[in-house]
């Protein structure tokens, strides 16, 4: 018999592996088949079993199974609803992440917490009432004293951070002394052995071992232990086995000296005690995971600059009045008063006023933007000099501000397919570590000068410590992590590291034109006159005329009159005829704006001058509305879709990286071949239906091609969803962003060239990154196993080992960090 259920807390083949292992240890289990993308897994049974029966072979792990009628609900929730998220920095296991700070149960590493909005309004307190508690600034109920800001919380990760740095101080406190009394022994005539016998001293050296080991540095061997349980072996399974043996081997000496053979004893007749290297060790590497402790939070800052534009607190209109109210109590449809230099508390539309908005944090663009009555605007972004009055429409996570927040943590915790390559490395490389450090102990014993089992085993040691992974773990997650921030920053929003690799090997750019190239909307481009009438006298009749029509062609001229500042006329007998144009009397003369159609109704001839004038424009895709005044043709406008500023030179930057643009688009070939000559494309396809780009894309990707799609409508949804690469102009639909992998905020080509340019130095750096971290350890691994002894007589402390071990992970951190300064337009 067969069964389906749904298993949860799978990230990986290894999960998957240990969970068919786990399923087919049942005697009553047959045959198990997994599909880790839906974590189905269809178990064939020889007798059926009940659930609570399956549910037990996994208890104490982190994986649950459930019938697919039931409720499912994995133990590690993928996203916190509340208080602070916690996930591996090296990813281990995608996007999994935890309600509580733990060890990764895969490499063991701390987990670290997400970013977050903390919208909370500040409080006040009282400094002698700590129980009084405000919203805003006063006097003490009770002593009248003025209350003062309460301290802000401490972050969950400068919590992790000052729990490291105390275990590290009292790591240092502890160690120091104890490599001091060790490092004595290479003092002629040693003092310290005046005061008391050596074996005293090393008495003293366990005692005060013990809180570096069994406390500062603790967690490491129960990481070590968690690793090799799971069989998961990672850095700590190295350096628990390397710092445990050397402590452990030196309590031994302490405790049973007699049953050490002589090789291991001193002039004394003690044996030779290895505190200081185990201590030594773990004190180095807990320096090392505070390090990295402290440059993960700057790895991070794009986001924590994001979350400071969240403000607090808003001003909310209630029947004319204004209340200030913490930004939790605004609900959709509220009247919110944004005063000169607040930032805007949620996203709205302007309802009163007009300002210039700095939208540079959301778009990357540093000139502020004019806004009026209609406009929509942005969460986090600042008001100018002036006030005006909005209506909320999007609050809490429904924000622009919250889903970039969101985006990019969600970016900075996926892995990029490269992170295969140091995976698979890592798997092979722990175990061989293991290997060579016992073929160094074997190797040294048998050819070592004497003492050889001294010599052999400090040498083993110090290979253990010297390769531990961690930074070939850390080289690929802080590379994407500091380049997707770094992305947010400048307006491009990467929803995972896959697509921010394969933006650097597109090689085939189509993009849509209405909307992407151009504005998406009509705009006047100018006025022709063919009469006595000026061209401003024209823009006046046209935009008087159609002041009172809907369509969006009359609206662009009257936008084109308001931009020149022409004050309009009064007009009589408005009448606007569908398909056609409108009709109005100025100054007792008939005026007609509109079409061919239009004009032939109303008995109004079409001279052969404006005939060849108006058909040399259209037949460049413009639309061409006449005016008429009286039973005669004065001139006309010409109406077309303005390509955005930025297009032309976006796509030249493009072309120069070798990527191929082809135009794709709905509207008419002439229409399209306009646009295509102005921004010299030689590849253009019009009267695209929805179908025709994904046939193309398919087509494209059939010869092998990377193919990347860039639009913004629903039409494009399709095609973005499709192409290796689909990037989403952010003033499009949400269909078309949800179906893609990288968000424009402008939503401009430019931003295409951010990307890429993007893409290439994260690349790069993740590139750099893994060279350090393999040719480190190519290159310790041999030193530490003794291979320059024979030849120059160096060999490699274990501490000095850890000490370069440390370092190794620091400077792999600092590699990445030197994105944030990277200039990717």
Not at 185 to 203: A, C, G, H, T
């Given at each position: 018999?067969?069964?389906?259920?749904k298993i949860?807390?799978m990230?990986?083949?290894g999960?998957?592996?240990?969970?068919?292992?786990?399923?087919?240890?049942?005697?009553?289990?047959?045959?198990?088949?997994?599909d880790?993308s839906t974590?189905?897994?269809?178990?064939?049974?020889?007798?059926?079993i009940?659930?609570?029966?399956?549910?037990?072979?996994f208890e104490?792990?982190?994986y649950m199974?459930?019938?697919?009628?039931e409720?499912?609900?994995?133990?590690?929730?993928?996203?916190a609803?509340e208080?602070v998220?916690?996930?591996c920095p090296m990813h281990?296991?995608g996007?999994?992440t935890?309600?509580?700070?733990?060890?990764?149960p895969v490499?063991?590493?701390?987990?670290v917490?997400e970013?977050k909005?903390?919208?909370?309004?500040?409080?006040y307190?009282?400094p002698?009432?700590?129980?009084?508690?405000?919203d805003?600034?006063?006097s003490?109920?009770?002593?009248?004293?003025?209350?003062?800001?309460m301290?802000?919380d401490?972050?969950?990760e400068?919590?992790?951070?000052?729990?490291l740095l105390?275990?590290f101080?009292?790591?240092?406190?502890?160690?120091?002394?104890?490599?001091?009394?060790?490092?004595s022994e290479m003092i002629p005539?040693?003092p310290?052995?005046?005061?008391?016998d050596?074996?005293?001293?090393?008495?003293?050296?366990l005692?005060?071992s013990?809180?570096?080991?069994?406390y500062a540095?603790w967690m490491f061997f129960?990481?070590?232990y968690?690793?090799i349980?799971?069989?998961?072996?990672?850095?700590?399974t190295?350096i628990g086995?390397g710092a445990?043996a050397?402590?452990?081997?030196?309590?031994g000496a302490i405790?049973?000296?007699?049953?050490?053979p002589?090789?291991?004893k001193t002039?004394?007749?003690t044996?030779?005690v290895?505190f200081?290297a185990a201590?030594?060790i773990?004190t180095l590497?807990?320096?090392?995971q505070?390090?990295?402790a402290?440059?993960?939070s700057?790895?991070n800052?794009?986001v924590?600059?994001?979350?400071?534009?969240a403000?607090?607190?808003?001003?909310k209109?209630v029947?004319?009045?204004?209340?200030?109210?913490?930004?939790?109590?605004?609900?959709?449809?509220?009247?919110?008063?944004?005063?000169p230099?607040d930032?805007?508390?949620?996203d709205?539309?302007?309802?009163?006023g007009e300002s210039?908005i700095?939208?540079?944090?959301?778009?990357?663009?540093?000139?502020?933007?004019?806004?009026s009555?209609?406009?929509?605007?942005?969460?986090?972004?600042?008001?100018?000099?002036?006030?005006?009055?909005m209506?909320?429409?999007?609050?809490?996570?429904d924000?622009?501000?919250?889903?970039i927040?969101?985006?990019?943590?969600?970016?900075?915790?996926s892995r990029a397919?490269?992170q295969?390559?140091?995976d698979k490395i890592s798997g092979?490389?722990?175990?061989?570590?293991?290997?060579?450090?016992?073929l160094?102990?074997?190797?040294?014993?048998?050819?070592?000068p004497?003492?050889?089992?001294?010599?052999?085993?400090?040498n083993?040691i110090?290979?253990?410590?010297?390769a531990?992974?961690?930074?070939?773990g850390?080289?690929?997650?802080?590379?994407?992590?500091?380049g997707?921030?770094k992305?947010?920053?400048?307006g491009?929003?990467?929803?995972n590291a896959e697509s921010?690799?394969?933006?650097?090997?597109?090689?085939?750019?189509i993009?849509?034109k209405?909307?992407?190239?151009?504005?998406?909307?009509?705009s006047?481009?100018?006025?022709?006159?063919l009469?006595?009438?000026?061209?401003?006298?024209?823009a006046?009749?046209?935009a008087?005329v159609n002041?009172?029509?809907?369509?969006?062609l009359?609206e662009?001229?009257?936008?084109f009159?308001k931009?020149?500042g022409?004050e309009?006329?009064?007009?009589?007998?408005?009448?606007?005829?569908t398909?056609?144009?409108?009709?109005a009397?100025?100054?007792?003369?008939?005026?007609?704006?509109?079409?061919e159609?239009?004009?032939?109704?109303?008995k109004?001839?079409?001279?052969s001058?404006?005939?060849y004038?108006?058909?040399?424009v259209k037949?460049?895709?413009?639309t061409?509305p006449?005016?008429a005044?009286?039973?005669k043709?004065?001139g006309?406008?010409?109406?077309?879709?303005?390509?955005?500023?930025?297009?032309?030179n976006?796509?030249?930057q493009?072309?120069?990286m070798?990527?191929?643009v082809i135009?794709?688009t709905?509207?008419?070939?002439?229409?399209?071949?306009?646009v295509a000559?102005?921004?010299?494309?030689?590849?253009?396809?019009?009267d695209?239906?929805p179908e025709?780009k994904l046939?193309?894309?398919?087509?494209?990707q059939?010869k092998?091609?990377?193919?990347a799609m860039a639009?913004d409508?629903?039409?494009?949804?399709?095609a973005l969803a499709?192409?290796?690469?689909?990037?989403a102009?952010?003033?499009?639909t949400?269909?078309?962003?949800?179906?893609?992998?990288?968000?424009?905020?402008?939503?401009?080509l430019?931003?295409i060239v951010?990307?890429?340019?993007l893409?290439?130095?994260?690349?790069r750096?993740?590139?750099?990154n893994?060279?350090?971290a393999?040719?480190?350890?190519t290159?310790?691994?041999?030193?530490a196993a003794?291979?320059?002894?024979p030849?120059?007589?160096?060999?490699?402390?274990p501490m000095?080992a850890?000490?370069?071990m440390?370092?190794?992970s620091?400077?792999v951190i600092a590699n990445a960090?030197?994105l944030?300064t990277?200039n990717?337009?």
């Amino acid at each position: 018999m067969k069964h389906t259920y749904k298993i949860s807390g799978m990230t990986c083949n290894g999960c998957k592996s240990h969970v068919e292992e786990t399923l087919k240890s049942h005697d009553a289990i047959r045959e198990v088949n997994i599909d880790l993308s839906t974590g189905k897994a269809e178990i064939t049974f020889t007798n059926h079993i009940k659930l609570e029966e399956l549910k037990a072979l996994f208890e104490g792990s982190d994986y649950m199974i459930h019938s697919l009628d039931e409720h499912i609900q994995p133990k590690a929730k993928a996203k916190a609803v509340e208080g602070v998220s916690y996930y591996c920095p090296m990813h281990c296991e995608g996007d999994k992440t935890y309600d509580k700070p733990r060890d990764c149960p895969v490499c063991g590493m701390d987990l670290v917490p997400e970013a977050k909005i903390n919208s909370s309004a500040e409080k006040y307190t009282c400094p002698m009432h700590p129980e009084v508690v405000k919203d805003e600034m006063g006097s003490c109920p009770k002593c009248g004293m003025d209350l003062v800001p309460m301290e802000a919380d401490v972050s969950a990760e400068e919590k992790q951070y000052k729990s490291l740095l105390k275990k590290f101080w009292i790591a240092v406190a502890f160690t120091f002394p104890i490599f001091l009394i060790a490092m004595s022994e290479m003092i002629p005539n040693n003092p310290l052995y005046d005061i008391l016998d050596v074996k005293y001293w090393n008495w003293i050296q366990l005692f005060l071992s013990i809180p570096v080991v069994f406390y500062a540095t603790w967690m490491f061997f129960r990481r070590a232990y968690s690793s090799i349980r799971t069989m998961n072996l990672n850095m700590f399974t190295l350096i628990g086995i390397g710092a445990g043996a050397a402590w452990l081997f030196s309590l031994g000496a302490i405790l049973f000296p007699s049953i050490f053979p002589e090789d291991f004893k001193t002039h004394s007749g003690t044996v030779h005690v290895y505190f200081e290297a185990a201590t030594v060790i773990l004190t180095l590497v807990l320096l090392g995971q505070l390090l990295e402790a402290r440059a993960h939070s700057k790895t991070n800052n794009a986001v924590k600059e994001l979350l400071k534009l969240a403000p607090n607190k808003a001003i909310k209109i209630v029947n004319g009045e204004e209340q200030e109210i913490s930004i939790d109590e605004i609900e959709v449809g509220d009247l919110l008063r944004v005063k000169p230099g607040d930032k805007i508390p949620v996203d709205g539309k302007i309802t009163e006023g007009e300002s210039s908005i700095d939208e540079s944090m959301i778009t990357g663009e540093p000139i502020p933007v004019d806004k009026s009555k209609g406009d929509d605007v942005t969460s986090g972004t600042i008001n100018g000099n002036q006030s005006f009055v909005m209506r909320a429409e999007k609050i809490g996570s429904d924000t622009l501000l919250s889903q970039i927040i969101h985006m990019v943590n969600d970016a900075s915790r996926s892995r990029a397919p490269i992170q295969k390559l140091a995976d698979k490395i890592s798997g092979y490389f722990v175990p061989a570590v293991i290997l060579v450090s016992v073929l160094t102990f074997i190797a040294w014993y048998i050819f070592g000068p004497s003492p050889q089992l001294v010599f052999a085993f400090v040498n083993a040691i110090a290979v253990l410590i010297i390769a531990c992974p961690c930074a070939l773990g850390l080289a690929t997650p802080m590379s994407v992590m500091v380049g997707v921030g770094k992305g947010a920053q400048e307006g491009v929003l990467i929803k995972n590291a896959e697509s921010l690799e394969k933006m650097n090997k597109v090689d085939v750019l189509i993009i849509d034109k209405t909307g992407t190239v151009t504005e998406g909307k009509p705009s006047v481009e100018r006025i022709v006159s063919l009469s006595e009438f000026s061209t401003e006298e024209l823009a006046v009749i046209v935009a008087s005329v159609n002041n009172q029509s809907e369509h969006p062609l009359a609206e662009a001229t009257v936008q084109f009159a308001k931009n020149k500042g022409l004050e309009l006329k009064r007009i009589n007998s408005f009448s606007s005829i569908t398909g056609k144009g409108v009709e109005a009397e100025i100054d007792g003369e008939r005026v007609l704006v509109g079409n061919e159609k239009l004009m032939t109704d109303r008995k109004v001839q079409l001279s052969s001058e404006v005939n060849y004038e108006s058909q040399n424009v259209k037949s460049k895709g413009k639309t061409v509305p006449y005016i008429a005044i009286g039973d005669k043709v004065v001139g006309f406008v010409v109406i077309s879709d303005a390509i955005k500023e930025t297009s032309k030179n976006a796509i030249h930057q493009l072309q120069e990286m070798g990527i191929e643009v082809i135009m794709m688009t709905g509207d008419n070939y002439h229409t399209a071949k306009a646009v295509a000559e102005e921004l010299k494309l030689d590849n253009f396809v019009a009267d695209c239906l929805p179908e025709d780009k994904l046939n193309k894309v398919k087509e494209l990707q059939s010869k092998g091609k990377i193919v990347a799609m860039a639009g913004d409508g629903i039409n494009d949804a399709p095609a973005l969803a499709l192409a290796n690469v689909g990037v989403a102009m952010g003033t499009g639909t949400d269909v078309a962003i949800e179906s893609s992998e990288i968000t424009l905020v402008k939503g401009d080509l430019h931003g295409i060239v951010k990307a890429r340019n993007l893409s290439h130095k994260v690349m790069r750096n993740i590139k750099q990154n893994l060279f350090f971290a393999l040719a480190y350890n190519t290159l310790g691994i041999p030193i530490a196993a003794g291979l320059l002894y024979p030849i120059f007589g160096i060999l490699l402390s274990p501490m000095i080992a850890a000490l370069a071990m440390s370092f190794s992970s620091v400077s792999v951190i600092a590699n990445a960090l030197r994105l944030r300064t990277q200039n990717i337009k």
